[in-house]
């Protein structure tokens, strides 16, 4: 890996600058398998869950289930990853998350499946996720150089976001052609690359702290953290900026097989498409950033996302024209895209090594309150209509917006 400081470099890198790094180049091949897999356990996780209950409250339940365990685990996430190696931690984490996609096919295989047992999956799965996704962010910034740094967060998202085009048509095509079964064992196979470049990694990274290193006691190093994320403006404000968007915004994901069977008449394959259509404009607005990420104001380009984000969500709410929709949903990825991707590349470039992990876990952790909007929406639905549920959340969500745009120092943040 090259280690070279920045400031040898008199040229402006490449959008594309972390991929002349092979072993980067690998790893976020190894890494787009398990985010495919990801998402087709969310996409037949929704599925199924309707199928069963047909009950968009519940729909909204499970995603709160899974939510829940990252409110109580990523504070201990926390603590405990600036203290331990990464690397054997997201290897535990892919064994679990396999353990339960193999699971979950042997129970809709055996037609013994339930509610009761999504319930008890979800909550694993939540567990395992407070750990997963602060993990990855933390051990980026050890695959590449600082130089390489904002081409290799840019890069990592597209690999999140073309698996969000990937996943779920798969999971719509495998749900009609192999069933419910076979599309779950194939979420828990797709994890197996990247277990194997984990297993790899250990002599090449420095993933833990060095034999002998003086480490502070976990609950003083948890609250050290939060202090630290308090005293740093921008630290904070970046943290603050994901707040309503993911908590209330995100709720679209969730009620989308309700729209998509209730609204569009459309059984699985409709809902991969519209997924894939939220894909598409989360890929194309993640390469966007890949662009823009040497450019100044790129605090104004995170709130220009957010507010198209919120818009984009209101039309998609309302809209009873699938062509309309399918648009709609599209350009929703592609405004969330391209401000959660440079909120996360400037978070990478000014936080303190010293707290990485416990920046990565709180702002991660903030993903356990989104399947509160989703729970929110199914809520309204009872009352409102599944679509005005969908529009108001996406109303909430632009009057925080215009919150952080005069209310914070998020224009000033280069």
């Keep these: 890996m090259s280690t070279e400081p920045i400031e040898t470099h008199l040229e402006k890198p490449g959008a594309f600058e972390a991929l002349k790094n092979a072993f980067f180049a690998r790893y976020v091949g190894s890494v787009s398998f398990s985010l495919i897999g990801m998402w087709i356990r969310i996409t037949a996780m929704g599925y199924l869950v309707y199928d069963l209950t047909e009950d968009p409250f519940k729909l909204g339940l499970i995603g709160v289930v899974q939510g829940a365990p990252q409110l109580v685990f990523g504070p201990l996430a926390g603590a405990y990853l600036d203290r331990l190696d990464r690397r054997k931690v997201l290897m535990g984490v892919q064994f679990t998350l396999m353990a339960c996609m193999l699971f979950l096919s042997w129970l809709v295989w055996t037609e013994t499946v339930t509610f009761g047992w999504l319930v008890a999956i979800s909550v694993i799965v939540g567990a395992s996720a407070s750990f997963d996704w602060p993990a990855r962010l933390s051990i980026l910034p050890l695959l590449v150089s600082r130089r390489e740094l904002p081409s290799a967060v840019a890069i990592h998202a597209a690999a999140f976001n073309g698996a969000r085009v990937i996943g779920p048509a798969l999971a719509g095509w495998m749900i009609a052609l192999i069933g419910m079964a076979g599309s779950f064992l194939v979420s828990g196979l797709l994890n197996t690359p990247y277990l194997i470049m984990l297993f790899g990694m250990a002599a090449l990274i420095p993933t833990a702290p060095a034999v002998g290193e ?201």
């Excluded at 202090?227 to 707040?243: F, Q, S």
Aim: proline share 2%.
């Design 214 to 414: 003086v480490v502070e006691k976990p609950f003083h190093s948890l609250m050290e953290g939060y202090r630290y994320i308090w005293r740093t403006v921008e630290i904070r404000t970046l943290i603050g900026n994901d707040l309503f968007p993911i908590i209330i915004g995100m709720s679209y994901q969730t009620m989308t097989p309700a729209i998509a069977r209730d609204v569009f008449n459309l059984g699985a394959g409709g809902l991969g498409v519209l997924m894939t259509a939220t894909g598409i404009g989360s890929l194309a607005g993640t390469l966007l950033v890949t662009r823009l990420n040497g450019r100044r104001n790129r605090g104004r380009i995170v709130l220009m996302g957010l507010s198209s984000f919120a818009v984009l969500i209101v039309i998609y709410g309302l809209s009873s024209t699938l062509w309309l929709s399918i648009l709609a949903i599209s350009m929703v990825g592609f405004g969330y895209a391209v401000a959660s991707t440079m909120n996360d590349t400037l978070i990478q470039l000014k936080v303190d090594d010293r707290y990485r992990g416990r920046v990565m876990a709180a702002y991660s952790t903030i993903w356990g309150f989104s399947p509160a909007g989703g729970l929110l929406a199914g809520l309204m639905a009872n009352y409102v209509g599944l679509q005005w549920a969908v529009a108001l959340n996406g109303f909430i969500v632009l009057a925080y917006v215009v919150f952080l745009w005069f209310c914070t120092p998020m224009q000033r943040i280069d």
